[in-house]
């Protein structure tokens, strides 16, 4: 069983940055390429930004180039999404998604997912 923990959303005005964290874990030791997807209200869920196994390369969506920034930490299996000049549009519920296998910016390419962290811009 793959366990995905997404932790730092909350409340920012416009203009701020925010930090997300999430951690997957499984019973074998195993490398996920991971991924940040985000569904606002009444919105489908949207990509946001990948990073592959070894952090090599990473994908972000239009809407957040430039101002976003994904990364492993130290920790295996631990990739962190910096979000800066965040403006009232990123509202959503941002979630983390890993995969052993397979990397993408389709929500389709990864197997475990987390619950979700509410992230909201003020205005």
């Known amino acids: 069983q793959v366990q995905v923990v997404e932790t730092g959303g909350g409340l920012v005005q416009a203009g701020g940055s925010l930090r997300l964290s999430c951690v997957a874990s499984?019973?074998?030791?195993?490398?996920?390429?991971m991924a940040w997807f985000r569904q606002a209200p009444g919105k489908e869920r949207e990509f946001v930004a990948a990073?592959?196994?070894?952090?090599?390369?990473?994908d972000y969506a239009d809407a957040v180039k430039g101002r976003f920034t994904i990364s492993r930490a130290n920790a295996k299996n631990t990739v962190l999404l910096q979000m800066n000049n965040l403006k009232p549009d990123d509202t959503a519920v941002y979630y983390c998604?890993?995969?052993?296998?397979?990397?993408?910016?389709?929500?389709?390419?990864?197997?475990?997912w987390g619950q979700g962290t509410q992230v909201t811009v003020s205005s």
């Open positions: 499984g019973r074998t030791p195993t490398t996920y390429a």
């Open positions: 990073i592959t196994w070894t952090g090599g390369s990473t």
């Open positions: 998604a890993a995969d052993p296998v397979n990397y993408g910016t389709n929500a389709q390419a990864y197997d475990y």
